[in-house]
Structures are given as C-alpha cells and as structure tokens.
C-alpha cells in the first residue's frame, strides 16, 4: 500500500477538488447558491484557519476570535463609506488593525491563564461589537451596505464573483500552508512546547510570553485579512460579524475538524455550514414519517439537534473529524 | 442629587441582579472547575417560567415561587445528563459542549414559548412607588429587588459559612477526592450546587421579568456581564463576586446616565451624543483592562486556584 494513501490524505485531496470545481459546476448549471455558499465556507475556513494556529498548537482558547473579522470587515467598509475604495489602501489598514489590535488583546491577555483568557478574549470582543453598536455614523446595530467592492487594477475586478472565489481559495490555502510552516518551525515548536508545558520551556530560557503573543498576533492579521474578505463577499458590514456567537461557531469548527491539524479547520468549516445548511432538509425527511404535514414546522428548529450535536462531539470524537480519519487509517494498519 | 441618589439605587439593583448570576457561576466553577455558558440559559428559563406560571396561577408571589422551583429542577436535570459527563475535562471542552446547550435551550424556548417576547403583569401591590427621600418616587417593585437579592446574598453566605451543607461544598470544593474518601456524596453534592446556581439564575431572571420584555438570547447579554464581574472579582469567590457586581452595576448605570453629561464638558454636545453610548457600553470592559493589569488574578483572589 502507498504510504501516502491515507483515508485523510484522500478525503483533504477530494476536498480541495471539490473546491477547485466548484465555480465549474455554478458556469455550467448558472446557479449561483453553491458558489455564494462556498465562498462564505472557505472566507470562514481561513478564519478558523487562524484560530486553529492560537487554538490547537498554541492552546490559547480564544473566545473572541470573531472580532477580527469585524475589524477586518469594517476597516474596509469604513474606508468604502468615506470614499477610499482602492484596496491598495484598504486591505493593508484591515490587516494593520487586525494586526495592532491583536497586540494589545495579546499584550494584555496572555498575561493570563485559562479560564482568564477565555473570558478576557471574550470581554475584548464583546468590547469592540458594543463599540461598533455604538458607531451611530456607520449604521450602529444595523451596519452598513458596502457600495463597491475594493478596487485593484482593472484586470482584476473583485466584483467577478469566480474571481473572488479563486482569489480566497487561493488565500485560505496560503494561511493553511502558512500555518503549517509555522508550526513545523523552530518558533511553532516553542509554541506547542508552550501548550503543553510552559514552565519547563521557560526554565530551558524561552521567553514564552513573547513568542506567545507573536503568535496571537498572527492569528488575529490572518483573522482579519478573512474578515476584509467577508466584507467585500456579503457587501455588508454589520456587529454581528463579530457577535461572540460567531466566535463560538469559530472553535466548533476548528474542534468539529480536528485541533492541531493541518487541513482540520477546513474540514470543519465545510462540515458545520454544510450541516446547518442540510440540517433543516434533514430533519424534515426524518420526521415527515412520524408527524406527516407538520414535518416543515419541526425542521425550523434544527438548532435543537445542532446543539447537543457539539456536546457529543465533545464528550466522543476530541480528535474531530480528522481524528476520526486517522483512526481508520490506524485500525487499517 | 436626587437623580444621583435614584441612578445608584438602579445601579444597585443592576449590580444584585448581577451578583445573583455571578453568585452561581463562580460556585460552579470553584466547586466543580467547571466553566458554565449555559448558566445564562437557566436566566432565561426563569424568566420564561415566571412568564407561564405567574398567568397560570394568577399570583406573581405564587407564579415566581413555581418558577424557582422549575429552575432548579431543569438546573439539576440539565447537570446529571449534560454537565456531569464534562467534568475534568478542560476548559475548551466545558466552553464548546455548554455553548451547544446555549443553542438547544434557545431553540427549545422558540418552540414551546414561541418567538415573540413576553411581558410579565405586576400586581397592583407591587406597581406603586413610595416616597423614600422627600421629593423622590422610588419604585415600589424596584425595592423589593433589592431587599429579595440582599437577602438571598445574605443566606447564601450563611449557607456556605455556617451550615453542614456549606461546610460539605467547602470541603468538595478544597479537595475533591479527600472528601469523597470521608463518605460525602460527591456527586449529590455536584448536583445540588448545580441546582443552587441554577436557582440563583433563574431567581436573577424572574425578578427581571416584570421590567425587561421576557425574550430569546436574555440571559446572554447578562451571563457576559457576570463573566466580566467574576473575573474583577476573582474567580471562584463570591465574596469577589458581591462586590465586583456591585461594582460594575452602579458603574454600568452611572454611566450610561451621566457620560453624556460629563463629556459635553471637554466637547461639542454633538461630539458627546455620538460617543457616550458607545463609550459607557464599554466602559465595564475598560475597567476589566485596568483590573487585569494590576492584579491578572482578579481582586478577591481565592487561595491556592
């Protein structure tokens, strides 16, 4: 057998296929729902991504990740609503933001352990959603339509929707690969030496605080270059983007995929917005059986399935979908 | 002055209300290491159930007594099948498992409640205002939060620090393996805290009914707030945790009532209503900054945690 022909290896290869072909599939079919939605996948995929990096090599549970993508998201739409629409400008300042506003989240939280930093990351999120509530000039609660998307050189037009699902695709597999360049460098093994005890690596003379906080502000310029994304994919910026519900949704697909792992945060982005899509249809089909007519009712509460769903991902797959492939290749021998 | 006096009372009651979340999340988490998203659903539920029983029995007194008693049973239903699995796992496991029971009791209130919100009638007894300094109407019902919350606060101290049961907790709390080797019940006892917090919740929620609409996602903006008081606080002390919510509800309310004011000092009035609320809803957050920097373990800082 092929030593390289793991369950894995096959099912990430048919992903990233999958994800190649599908504006192929939108050309040839003009049905534009599968394109819109895999954009979003693969914009979030990125996010988790990031998050995975602080997360599950770092072992920083961040509670407020979500808030990168609303400073991403809002740098440019603040920049769009006050005229600036040329990206040169506005995806630097979205990564800038993210970047400096990382610093000081990390600056001030790594000081902290455990629970600490998960409520810490939380209360700096909820910090900026209230501010951004607050920001009566670019719609508060409602937030704001984004006239145009960022303007680059006329060749590439952003509003071209294969090409800006090429260009995320092409962006979220630069952060994974980025990623797992960190992580097998000298600094992710600090990182992940860190994670698993700080102490002995602070006695064997790292200064871990600031190989921590580097780290941390990483993830949050790679968050925010996703949240420039999301911006400029719905046209819309809103608070909600960075509700912590979303930050919430970000460690579940990280978790649901696999921590630590390379290509797990993108399985599970896939998996959880492909499930709360299917979900609704799912139920539907389970309960017309037993209930008939009042099936369609039923279906509309499929969070009452999705949320106990994670409980059980908690308490019986810790390893998340890529541990579950890997121990199909370890039971195959 | 007189506004001064009637914002601290209202801060007051904000900051008891909070203390009476606070209360069972840092008991949960002190006892049982256990990080409680959910605990703002039990909140919710209190407030739903009060909604119910309060218009099934007529009775606020009565409707808000059932609708205790309903919490505390949900709270230790909700520990034995979800909670109890996740102990000593870590703390990522605690966050994501309880964020899924946050989705499952929203949409279980959607679908029994409904989507609308709801509103909870005071009875005529308690919808009057009395005179208590000369010049200033306070709120008939506003007072009897405060004296119900006072009064709980102060029979949980003496439950915790005075009773068998408190003794129990403590001792389950300091060492969990020593005291079940001396023949407590550990994991009765689990189950009670559980339900105590719960309780508490959902105490804190009913009493918020007759003046908030009763509607989905209530407990999460509160259970943020309670996290924001027991981490000034320090986790695991509810000595903290008082003073800390006490803290944060006259701040949160003095706030909102006189940054405006203050701010139109220093710029233009149109300056001030743009960046007052903004500025007071995230006012709390800032003083949890400050706290952090100073002291990263919280104020009140339990020993040996």
């Given amino acids: 057998m092929i030593g390289w022909l793991t369950p894995r290896n096959v099912v990430v290869a048919a992903l990233l296929v999958f994800l190649i072909l599908i504006p192929i599939y939108t050309a040839a079919t003009g049905n534009p729902f599968l394109l819109t939605l895999f954009t979003r996948i693969v914009i979030l995929a990125m996010a988790a991504t990031s998050l995975n990096l602080i997360l599950g090599y770092g072992g920083m549970v961040s509670f407020g990740h979500a808030v990168y993508l609303g400073i991403g998201g809002y740098a440019i739409g603040i920049l769009a609503h006050e005229g600036l629409s040329s990206g040169f400008i506005q995806w630097p300042i979205a990564i800038a933001a993210s970047a400096l506003f990382a610093l000081g989240v990390g600056a001030l939280s790594l000081r902290t352990r455990g629970l600490y930093f998960i409520m810490i990351t939380l209360a700096f999120a909820q910090l900026v959603y209230y501010f951004g509530v607050g920001l009566d000039r670019y719609g508060a609660d409602d937030g704001m339509q984004l006239y145009q998307r960022s303007q680059f050189v006329d060749a590439i037009s952003l509003s071209n929707r294969t090409l800006f699902y090429y260009l995320c695709l092409a962006l979220l597999v630069a952060s994974i690969y980025l990623v797992w360049r960190i992580v097998n460098s000298r600094f992710g093994l600090v990182i992940q030496g860190s994670r698993s005890n700080d102490r002995r690596m602070q006695a064997i003379g790292f200064p871990t605080y600031r190989y921590r906080l580097v780290c941390f502000v990483i993830a949050g310029t790679m968050c925010g270059l996703a949240g420039a994304l999301l911006a400029n994919h719905t046209e819309f910026v809103s608070p909600a983007m960075m509700h912590w519900t979303r930050s919430g949704d970000l460690i579940v697909m990280v978790v649901l995929g696999g921590m630590a792992s390379t290509f797990g945060p993108l399985i599970g982005a896939i998996a959880l917005m492909v499930l709360e899509e299917s979900l609704p249809a799912l139920i539907k089909l389970a309960a017309a059986p037993i209930v008939g007519e009042a099936a369609t009712r039923v279906a509309e509460y499929w969070q009452i399935v999705l949320g106990p769903l994670f409980l059980l991902v908690v308490l019986f797959a810790r390893g998340g979908i890529n541990g579950l492939l890997e121990s199909l290749e370890r039971r195959r021998g | ?305």
């Fill in chain 2, 1 to 305: 002055m007189l506004l001064i006096f009637e914002q601290c009372l209202n801060g007051l009651q904000l900051g008891l209300l909070l203390f009476l979340v606070a209360a069972g999340l840092t008991l949960v988490f002190g006892i049982m290491d256990m990080v409680n998203l959910a605990h703002g659903s039990l909140y919710m539920i209190g407030a739903y159930f009060a909604a119910s029983f309060v218009a099934w029995t007529g009775s606020f007194v009565a409707g808000a007594a059932f609708a205790l008693g309903a919490t505390l049973l949900v709270g230790m239903l909700m520990e034995v099948v979800a909670i109890r699995p996740l102990y000593g796992r870590d703390h990522l496991d605690h966050v994501l498992g309880t964020f899924g029971l946050i989705l499952f009791f929203n949409e279980l209130v959607r679908m029994v409640w409904g989507p609308a919100g709801l509103r909870v009638p005071l009875p005529d007894w308690l919808n009057t205002a009395v005179p208590i300094l000369p010049g200033l109407q306070y709120p008939t019902y506003r007072i009897a939060i405060i004296v119900t919350a006072l009064a709980v606060a102060l029979l949980l101290y003496v439950l915790v620090m005075r009773t068998r049961i408190g003794m129990l907790i403590r001792a389950g709390a300091s060492n969990r393996e020593m005291a079940g080797a001396l023949g407590v019940n550990i994991k009765l006892l689990y189950t009670l805290v559980f339900g105590l917090g719960a309780a508490l919740a959902g105490l804190a929620g009913l009493m918020q009914a007759p003046i908030l609409t009763v509607q989905i996602g209530m407990g999460e903006n509160i259970l943020i707030l309670a996290f924001v008081v027991i981490i000034i606080g320090g986790i695991g002390s509810i000595r903290g945790a008082f003073i800390a919510a006490i803290m944060v509800g006259l701040l949160d309310t003095i706030g909102r009532a006189f940054l405006p004011d203050l701010l139109r000092l220093v710029m233009t009035s149109r300056g001030a209503a743009t960046v007052a609320p903004a500025l007071s809803s995230m006012m709390i957050y800032l003083v949890m900054a400050v706290v952090l920097v100073v002291r990263p373990q919280g104020l009140f800082p339990v020993a040996n945690k």
